[in-house]
């Protein structure tokens, strides 16, 4: 599955496609430096262990959580840790 990073400025968006997960970080984290983007935000489920050790990598933190955020049909709703990465 194609991943890719989305990162919004106004008035701009910019989308890169994650290839290989250090130059991609790297090129993502660029390129929103480049057009005035001084922070990155994300949202992602506490019991997702894949995603958050890969975010943690990348270096971002947590800030926030959202309890029962993520509605599910047959499980219970999951809580989302919103997390950041500062670029400059």
């Given at each position: 599955m194609p991943l890719a990073w989305s990162v919004t400025?106004?008035?701009?968006t910019v989308t890169v496609p994650v290839i290989e997960k250090d130059s991609a970080e790297l090129?993502?984290?660029?390129?929103?430096a480049?057009?005035?983007v001084s922070r990155l935000l994300l949202e992602v489920a506490e019991d997702n262990d894949?995603?958050?050790a890969l975010y943690a990598a990348a270096?971002?933190?947590g800030i926030a959580?959202?309890?029962?955020?993520?509605?599910?049909p047959d499980a219970p709703a999951a809580?989302?840790?919103?997390l950041a990465r500062d670029l400059v």
């Open positions: 400025a106004q008035p701009a090129a993502a984290s660029a390129r929103a480049a057009v005035g894949a995603a958050r270096g971002f933190t959580r959202r309890p029962a955020y993520y509605r599910r809580g989302a840790l919103v």
